[in-house]
């Protein structure tokens, strides 16, 4: 067997790994991102219009593992994906994958995690006041200031302002929370810092 027999078993071998390790993206994108990396494998490995193959061990080893770049190519493609959604559930997958890229991505991560809790608090006080209607509400008093949720009769006086209304106003604050979350995810998204390929690194 010759070197370069060697050398394209080597290369095919890895971006085999690297397939499926991108088993979450579509087909053709998979195979596109594919035949981009070849090609950046094969350019790198020539020596005097030949493949070299100590050059393409090289370039394999600097590219690092094919598991590491799956991963941010997926990265990537749901960061992209959730700038032109409205699901907050995709926004938040892509707000933890952006937790893994550093603190600007953490940030982000934990704006998802309190606005769309805040929306939830919001839907389950709406959800819940039918049933426990002397213990939920908008409360105001002097020992808790404002406080929407539930209180036991035994709790620190407070008056309940919204009392029957509340359902209808905690749905358009659940629903302007949600909003207002996905909005500002997908604004920093778009604005931030993405996940960069090392592969592609001069």
Sequence with gaps: MTANSDSTQLM???????????????????EEIVAEIRSHI???????????????????????????????YQ??????????SHSPWVMLRAARRGAMLGAKGFGIF????????????F???????????????LWVGSTVGFHMGYRAAHDAPAAELLGHW???????????????????????IRHGSRAKLRWRAE
Excluded: W
């Design 166 to 188: 509340l359902p209808l106003v905690a749905m358009v604050l659940g629903l302007l929370a949600i909003m207002g979350t996905t909005h500002a995810i997908r604004v920093l």
């Design 75 to 84: 990265t990537n493609a749901l960061l992209t994906r959730a700038t032109g």
């Design 110 to 121: 934990m704006i998802a995690v309190t606005g769309y809790t805040m929306a939830a608090t």
């Design 12 to 30: 095919e071998y890895y971006l085999g790994r690297l397939r499926e390790s991108m088993a979450g993206l579509p087909a053709a994108e998979r």
């Design 123 to 137: 839907f389950l006080c709406a959800a819940l006041k039918p049933f426990f209607p002397e213990n939920i509400g």
């Design 42 to 72: 094969t350019e790198r490995s020539l020596v005097d219009g030949a493949v070299d193959p100590q050059r393409m061990r090289e370039t394999l080893e600097a590219l690092g593992r094919p598991e590491e770049i799956a991963s941010q």
